[in-house]
């Protein structure tokens, strides 16, 4: 793929994942304020439920990706040393990923306890 | 002959006065690393919310402390100028507001409207 073509995919995914986060945003804020007083086998049912599980998968996923786009967009633009840039380009990742998986993580354990 | 000299340098950032298309657009990149910054937190939170009924009252005593309202503001000030802006990009990328008078209005309703929204929160909380 050219240079250009990666810049131009780069482009396209931000403003698609950004499209996806604020929907799922607004939208489960909402659910989340109507509902009033949360306690926790309301808050797990709720996350452990399909819906909620693929629709917050999905956020979490197009979260990590907007963010690498982002973050990886001002790295470029004011970090000028190579090593430093690649430095915090890598710990970005790394932080990314294993928030993730720790939230996959908590999602999977909710859904098994939900079904049970 | 006249020696020439050096171009000025002008960093002095509190001397430069940002049009509020600049104001909007530098507060996105602030707001996005704000947030950015605090995922590993929330991430953390959010398991311990889930991971039992203990863990979901210690989460939720978490949430109440002092310092914890006071980054839930800046957040909410962070989301509320991401998303705005955001939305404002999404419309100027299909060259809504494009000309000069509306992109300036509209980006003073991003700056504004954020902070709006969270001088509401904060009042919300004090509630």
């Known amino acids: 793929m050219s240079r250009a073509a990666q810049g131009l995919r780069a482009w396209l995914m931000q403003r698609f994942t950004a499209i996806y986060l604020a929907v799922y945003f607004i939208s489960v804020l909402f659910v989340y304020l109507r509902a009033g007083d949360w306690d926790y086998p309301a808050w797990r049912a709720w996350m452990g439920s399909p819906v909620m599980g693929v629709a917050t998968v999905l956020f979490s996923v197009g979260l990590l990706l907007h963010v690498w786009v982002g973050v990886r967009d001002v790295l470029i633009d004011y970090i000028h040393v190579v090593w430093l840039r690649l430095l915090l380009m890598a710990t970005t990742g790394l932080v990314l990923a294993a928030s993730l998986l720790w939230v996959l993580r908590a999602l999977g354990l909710a859904a098994l306890a939900g079904g049970g | 002959m006249t020696k020439q000299k050096a171009a000025p340098r002008f960093l002095n ?43 979901f009252d210690r989460a ?3 949430l109440h402390t002092p310092p914890f309202r006071l980054l839930s503001l800046l957040l909410v000030w962070s989301l509320s100028h991401h998303l705005l802006a955001g939305l404002r990009h999404l419309l100027l990328d299909v060259d809504i507001g494009v000309d000069k008078a509306r992109a300036r209005a509209s980006a003073r309703l991003v700056n504004f409207g954020a902070l709006a929204l969270a001088a509401l929160y904060a009042g919300s909380m004090l509630l």
């Open chain 2, 60 to 62: 939720a005593a978490w």
């Open chain 2, 13 to 55: 950032l509190l001397a430069i006065r940002l049009p509020p298309g600049g104001v909007a657009s530098i507060g996105h990149r602030i707001s996005g690393v704000l947030m950015f910054l605090s995922i590993p937190l929330f991430a953390w939170l959010f398991a311990l919310s889930l991971q039992s009924a203990d863990g």
